[in-house]
């Protein structure tokens, strides 16, 4: 069983900062497109932001020029910085994996980690 492995969650003020981190098994990591989602109560879960192995990057409105995502190729890791935290941010969050090649489609998720933006 494919294992995503999340940390970096916890309680925050607002306009704070926090940073997530997924590693991945190497074989996943190295063909996937990389991404951070959330899920607040009562919502649906939503893509936050995306980075695929060139390192092209896709952001969701809302956390656009807050929120950073990387990755680095020699530690299998995405990362996900988050700063001028808001309450609204508060959710938990998931590291996901996602491939298609060919007629193969790969999507691995994390356990989770909550994050919560409160005074």
């Known amino acids: 069983q494919v294992q995503l492995v999340e940390s970096g969650g916890g309680l925050v003020q607002p306009g704070g900062s926090l940073r997530l981190s997924c590693a991945a098994p190497?074989?996943?990591?190295?063909?996937?497109?990389m991404g951070w989602y959330r899920q607040a109560a009562g919502k649906e879960r939503e893509l936050v932001a995306g980075?695929?192995?060139?390192?092209?990057?896709n952001y969701a409105d809302s956390v656009k020029g807050r929120f950073t995502i990387s990755r680095d190729n020699a530690k299998n890791t995405v990362y996900l910085q988050m700063n001028s935290l808001k309450p609204e941010d508060t959710a938990v969050y998931y590291c996901?994996?996602?491939?298609?090649?060919?007629?193969?489609?790969?999507?691995?998720w994390g356990q989770g980690t909550q994050v919560t933006v409160s005074s």
């Open positions: 996901n994996a996602f491939s298609l090649i060919g007629a193969i489609r790969s999507d691995y």
């Open positions: 980075i695929r192995s060139g390192g092209s990057t």
């Open positions: 190497r074989s996943i990591f190295s063909i996937s497109v």
